[in-house]
């Protein structure tokens, strides 16, 4: 098993940055597809991107291409999200994610390891 732990959440203005980081410890990080999803208040956890065990082909929800990037370090084990030109539309809980299945998915359901999440405010 893996564990996750999400860190560098907080408040900024609209248009600024953030980058949040996913600690991953246990079994080997790189065994696994990374990715990210968020839950809004009221609203159900939605996907927002995921990159593969190696690091390539990363994918991302509408809403955020352009504006957010998918990484991770298999050396550190260490998994991250840049976000840039943020908006009020982004606050949400952000969560960390893990998987085994072999190719891309976006469903919350393929994912079988979760970290507690981090809160990200962006403020008008």
């Known amino acids: 098993q893996v564990q996750l732990v999400e860190s560098g959440g907080g408040l900024v203005q609209a248009g600024g940055s953030m980058r949040l980081s996913c600690a991953a410890s246990g079994r080997t990080f790189s065994y696994y597809a990374m990715a990210w999803f968020r839950q809004a208040p009221g609203k159900e956890r939605e996907f927002v991107a995921r990159i593969s065990w190696s690091g390539g082909t990363p994918y991302y929800t509408d809403a955020v291409r352009g504006r957010f990037t998918i990484s991770r370090d298999n050396a550190k084990n260490t998994g991250y999200l840049q976000m840039n030109n943020l908006k009020p539309e982004d606050t949400a809980v952000y969560y960390c994610?893990?998987?085994?299945?072999?190719?891309?998915?976006?469903?919350?359901?393929?994912?079988?390891?979760w970290g507690q999440g981090t809160q990200v405010t962006v403020s008008a």
């Open positions: 994610a893990a998987s085994v299945k072999p190719y891309y998915t976006r469903m919350s359901t393929d994912y079988g390891y």
